[in-house]
Protein backbone atom coordinates (compact mmCIF):
# COMPACT_ATOMS: atom_id res chain seq x y z
CA UNK A 1 0.00 0.00 0.00
CA UNK A 2 1.11 3.48 -0.90
CA UNK A 3 0.91 6.61 2.61
CA UNK A 4 0.11 9.74 1.83
CA UNK A 5 3.48 11.37 3.11
CA UNK A 6 5.43 8.90 0.28
CA UNK A 7 3.54 8.20 -2.63
CA UNK A 8 6.85 6.20 -4.24
CA UNK A 9 7.60 4.20 -1.43
CA UNK A 10 5.19 1.14 -0.90
CA UNK A 11 4.32 -0.03 3.18
CA UNK A 12 3.23 -3.48 4.03
CA UNK A 13 1.11 -3.43 7.26
CA UNK A 14 1.81 -5.79 10.17
CA UNK A 15 -0.28 -5.58 12.85
CA UNK A 16 -2.81 -2.84 14.28
CA UNK A 17 -0.29 -0.13 14.77
CA UNK A 18 2.85 -1.25 13.12
CA UNK A 19 4.10 -1.53 9.09
CA UNK A 20 7.54 -1.84 7.10
CA UNK A 21 8.72 -0.08 4.04
CA UNK A 22 8.34 -3.48 0.90
CA UNK A 23 9.20 -1.59 -1.93
CA UNK A 24 11.50 1.57 -2.55
CA UNK A 25 13.09 0.80 -6.01
CA UNK A 26 11.25 2.65 -7.86
CA UNK A 27 12.21 6.14 -5.83
CA UNK A 28 14.12 7.95 -8.40
CA UNK A 29 15.11 10.90 -6.29
CA UNK A 30 19.31 11.14 -5.09
CA UNK A 31 17.99 11.67 -1.07
CA UNK A 32 15.13 9.87 0.98
CA UNK A 33 13.61 10.32 4.70
CA UNK A 34 11.85 7.61 5.59
CA UNK A 35 9.11 8.68 7.85
CA UNK A 36 8.62 7.35 11.57
CA UNK A 37 4.75 7.15 11.37
CA UNK A 38 2.52 6.65 8.30
CA UNK A 39 -1.27 7.03 7.51
CA UNK A 40 -3.15 4.81 5.26
CA UNK A 41 -6.85 4.66 4.82
CA UNK A 42 -6.71 7.26 7.76
CA UNK A 43 -5.21 4.93 10.02
CA UNK A 44 -1.72 5.85 11.46
CA UNK A 45 1.42 3.22 11.36
CA UNK A 46 4.82 3.07 13.09
CA UNK A 47 7.94 2.57 11.11
CA UNK A 48 8.97 -1.05 12.44
CA UNK A 49 11.67 -1.98 9.71
CA UNK A 50 12.90 -1.82 6.11
CA UNK A 51 12.21 -5.25 4.34
CA UNK A 52 14.08 -7.63 2.30
CA UNK A 53 14.84 -5.79 -0.68
CA UNK A 54 13.09 -3.04 -0.29
CA UNK A 55 15.79 -0.46 -2.00
CA UNK A 56 17.45 -3.08 -4.24
CA UNK A 57 19.46 -1.39 -6.94
CA UNK A 58 18.51 2.39 -6.14
CA UNK A 59 21.04 3.40 -8.37
CA UNK A 60 20.16 7.30 -8.15
CA UNK A 61 20.03 6.85 -4.10
CA UNK A 62 22.84 9.22 -2.46
CA UNK A 63 21.40 10.08 1.32
CA UNK A 64 19.03 7.90 3.45
CA UNK A 65 17.34 8.92 6.63
CA UNK A 66 16.06 6.07 8.31
CA UNK A 67 13.73 6.82 11.55
CA UNK A 68 14.52 5.79 15.51
CA UNK A 69 11.75 3.19 15.28
CA UNK A 70 13.50 1.01 12.89
CA UNK A 71 14.52 -2.28 14.74
CA UNK A 72 15.70 -3.57 11.51
CA UNK A 73 16.95 -3.34 8.58
CA UNK A 74 16.50 -6.48 5.74
CA UNK A 75 18.52 -8.48 3.58
CA UNK A 76 20.08 -6.89 0.13
CA UNK A 77 17.45 -3.45 1.55
CA UNK A 78 20.11 -1.34 -0.22
CA UNK A 79 22.15 -3.59 -2.24
CA UNK A 80 23.20 -2.48 -5.49
CA UNK A 81 22.49 0.98 -4.38
CA UNK A 82 26.10 1.80 -6.00
CA UNK A 83 25.77 6.38 -5.59
CA UNK A 84 25.08 5.53 -1.66
CA UNK A 85 27.44 7.87 -0.02
CA UNK A 86 25.60 8.46 3.52
CA UNK A 87 23.27 6.77 5.91
CA UNK A 88 22.75 7.42 9.26
CA UNK A 89 21.86 3.71 11.12
CA UNK A 90 19.38 5.04 14.59
CA UNK A 91 19.72 3.83 18.21
CA UNK A 92 16.85 1.68 17.27
CA UNK A 93 18.10 -0.83 14.95
CA UNK A 94 19.06 -4.09 16.43
CA UNK A 95 19.81 -6.00 13.61
CA UNK A 96 21.64 -5.55 9.93
CA UNK A 97 20.65 -8.33 7.73
CA UNK A 98 22.74 -10.36 5.00
CA UNK A 99 23.87 -8.35 2.15
CA UNK A 100 21.87 -5.41 3.75
CA UNK A 101 24.35 -2.69 2.05
CA UNK A 102 26.36 -5.33 -0.16
CA UNK A 103 28.01 -3.29 -3.32
CA UNK A 104 27.38 -0.17 -1.98
CA UNK A 105 30.67 0.78 -3.50
CA UNK A 106 30.34 4.70 -2.60
CA UNK A 107 29.51 4.09 1.09
CA UNK A 108 32.97 5.66 2.65
CA UNK A 109 31.61 5.46 6.31
CA UNK A 110 29.40 3.78 8.47
CA UNK A 111 28.95 4.23 12.09
CA UNK A 112 26.92 0.98 13.58
CA UNK A 113 25.24 2.18 17.21
CA UNK A 114 25.39 -0.24 20.36
CA UNK A 115 22.44 -0.95 19.72
CA UNK A 116 22.73 -3.52 16.90
CA UNK A 117 23.52 -7.47 18.23
CA UNK A 118 23.86 -9.12 14.83
CA UNK A 119 25.50 -8.26 11.12
CA UNK A 120 24.53 -10.75 8.45
CA UNK A 121 26.83 -12.23 6.01
CA UNK A 122 28.18 -10.40 3.27
CA UNK A 123 26.27 -7.25 5.14
CA UNK A 124 29.03 -4.89 3.69
CA UNK A 125 30.70 -6.61 1.02
CA UNK A 126 32.38 -4.86 -1.76
CA UNK A 127 31.53 -1.89 -0.01
CA UNK A 128 34.89 -1.00 -1.94
CA UNK A 129 35.25 2.58 -0.34
CA UNK A 130 34.36 1.86 3.43
CA UNK A 131 37.37 3.58 5.17
CA UNK A 132 37.28 2.59 8.73
CA UNK A 133 34.40 0.77 11.18
CA UNK A 134 33.99 -0.15 14.75
CA UNK A 135 31.81 -3.29 15.71
CA UNK A 136 30.48 -1.90 18.59
CA UNK A 137 30.36 -4.29 22.08
CA UNK A 138 26.30 -4.84 21.39
CA UNK A 139 27.27 -7.18 18.37
CA UNK A 140 27.55 -10.68 20.20
CA UNK A 141 28.65 -14.23 19.12
CA UNK A 142 29.67 -13.62 15.43
CA UNK A 143 29.88 -11.48 12.90
CA UNK A 144 28.52 -12.73 9.47
CA UNK A 145 30.30 -14.87 7.09
CA UNK A 146 32.20 -12.10 4.84
CA UNK A 147 30.64 -9.38 6.55
CA UNK A 148 33.42 -7.33 5.02
CA UNK A 149 34.76 -9.23 1.89
CA UNK A 150 36.34 -6.88 -0.83
CA UNK A 151 36.05 -3.60 1.14
CA UNK A 152 38.98 -2.59 -0.43
CA UNK A 153 39.38 0.79 1.23
CA UNK A 154 39.08 -0.17 4.64
CA UNK A 155 42.19 0.33 7.44
CA UNK A 156 41.54 0.00 10.34
CA UNK A 157 38.93 -2.54 12.13
CA UNK A 158 37.90 -2.68 15.72
CA UNK A 159 36.37 -6.10 17.19
CA UNK A 160 35.03 -5.53 20.25
CA UNK A 161 35.23 -8.46 23.41
CA UNK A 162 31.84 -8.88 22.69
CA UNK A 163 32.10 -11.19 19.47
CA UNK A 164 33.57 -14.81 20.26
CA UNK A 165 34.78 -15.62 16.36
CA UNK A 166 35.55 -14.43 13.16
CA UNK A 167 33.79 -16.07 10.25
CA UNK A 168 34.99 -17.34 7.12
CA UNK A 169 35.69 -14.98 4.57
CA UNK A 170 34.99 -11.66 7.10
CA UNK A 171 37.91 -9.37 5.52
CA UNK A 172 38.55 -11.42 2.48
CA UNK A 173 40.29 -9.34 0.35
CA UNK A 174 40.57 -6.03 2.69
CA UNK A 175 43.69 -5.22 0.65
CA UNK A 176 44.24 -1.70 3.01
CA UNK A 177 43.75 -3.62 6.08
CA UNK A 178 46.83 -2.64 8.43
CA UNK A 179 45.66 -2.66 11.38
CA UNK A 180 43.34 -5.01 13.58
CA UNK A 181 42.53 -5.13 16.82
CA UNK A 182 40.97 -9.21 18.06
CA UNK A 183 39.55 -9.48 21.68
CA UNK A 184 40.77 -11.94 23.85
CA UNK A 185 36.93 -13.47 23.45
CA UNK A 186 37.58 -14.65 20.00
CA UNK A 187 38.01 -18.43 19.77
CA UNK A 188 38.22 -19.44 16.35
CA UNK A 189 39.32 -17.58 12.96
CA UNK A 190 37.64 -19.02 9.88
CA UNK A 191 38.51 -20.17 7.00
CA UNK A 192 39.89 -16.70 4.52
CA UNK A 193 39.18 -14.71 7.43
CA UNK A 194 41.62 -12.59 6.12
CA UNK A 195 43.00 -13.84 2.84
CA UNK A 196 44.28 -11.28 0.62
CA UNK A 197 44.61 -8.30 3.51
CA UNK A 198 48.34 -7.72 1.52
CA UNK A 199 48.62 -4.20 3.78
CA UNK A 200 48.54 -6.28 6.94
CA UNK A 201 51.88 -5.85 8.76
CA UNK A 202 51.10 -7.85 12.13
CA UNK A 203 48.78 -9.19 14.01
CA UNK A 204 48.29 -10.29 17.98
CA UNK A 205 46.43 -13.86 18.16
CA UNK A 206 45.03 -13.90 21.46
CA UNK A 207 45.38 -16.47 23.85
CA UNK A 208 41.66 -18.11 23.94
CA UNK A 209 41.93 -18.36 19.92
CA UNK A 210 41.59 -22.80 19.87
CA UNK A 211 41.74 -22.95 15.69
CA UNK A 212 42.39 -20.81 12.76
CA UNK A 213 41.46 -21.95 9.13
CA UNK A 214 41.50 -22.89 6.12
CA UNK A 215 43.54 -20.06 3.99
CA UNK A 216 42.75 -17.61 7.05
CA UNK A 217 45.48 -15.45 6.62
CA UNK A 218 46.57 -16.59 2.50
CA UNK A 219 48.34 -13.74 0.83
CA UNK A 220 48.94 -11.89 3.47
CA UNK A 221 52.46 -10.16 1.88
CA UNK A 222 53.19 -7.59 4.40
CA UNK A 223 52.95 -9.55 6.97
CA UNK A 224 56.24 -10.30 8.86
CA UNK A 225 55.68 -11.92 12.32
CA UNK A 226 53.23 -13.49 14.12
CA UNK A 227 53.29 -15.86 17.16
CA UNK A 228 50.57 -18.58 17.82
CA UNK A 229 49.70 -19.04 21.26
CA UNK A 230 49.62 -22.48 23.12
CA UNK A 231 45.93 -22.16 23.21
CA UNK A 232 45.99 -23.27 19.26
CA UNK A 233 45.07 -26.95 18.83
CA UNK A 234 44.56 -26.78 14.82
CA UNK A 235 46.00 -24.86 12.04
CA UNK A 236 44.36 -25.74 8.83
CA UNK A 237 45.76 -25.93 5.21
CA UNK A 238 47.18 -23.09 3.56
CA UNK A 239 46.65 -20.97 6.61
CA UNK A 240 49.51 -18.93 5.58
CA UNK A 241 50.46 -19.54 1.82
CA UNK A 242 51.93 -16.76 0.06
CA UNK A 243 52.81 -14.98 2.93
CA UNK A 244 56.26 -15.01 1.76
CA UNK A 245 58.06 -12.43 4.68
CA UNK A 246 56.64 -14.44 7.30
CA UNK A 247 57.97 -15.97 10.49
CA UNK A 248 55.76 -18.17 12.39
CA UNK A 249 56.45 -18.81 16.12
CA UNK A 250 54.38 -21.71 17.67
CA UNK A 251 54.15 -22.04 21.04
CA UNK A 252 54.16 -25.61 20.91
CA UNK A 253 53.48 -26.49 24.40
CA UNK A 254 50.44 -28.08 23.48
CA UNK A 255 51.44 -31.67 22.39
CA UNK A 256 48.22 -31.91 20.15
CA UNK A 257 48.70 -29.25 18.15
CA UNK A 258 47.86 -29.91 14.25
CA UNK A 259 49.10 -27.64 11.72
CA UNK A 260 48.10 -28.09 8.36
CA UNK A 261 45.22 -30.60 8.59
CA UNK A 262 42.22 -31.20 5.98
Sequence with gaps: VVASE?????FQIL?????????????ESDTISIP??????????????????AFLSCNKLTDIK???????IGSSAFKNCSNLTNIEIPESVTSINSSAFKNCSSLTNIEIPESVT?????AF????SLTNII???SVVISIGKSAFENCSSLTDIKIHASVTSIEEGTFNGCSQLSNVEIPASITHIGNSAFQGC????????????TKIGDSAFRLCSSLKSIKIPASVISIKKNAFVGCNNLDVVIDNSKDDVVVGED
Excluded: M
Design 6 to 10: TPLIF
Design 15 to 27: TDSTATVCNGNLF
Design 36 to 53: EKVHIEENEYTITSIKDQ
Design 66 to 72: IPESVTS
Design 118 to 122: SIGSS
Design 125 to 128: ENCS
Design 135 to 137: IPA
Design 198 to 209: SSLRSIEIPENV
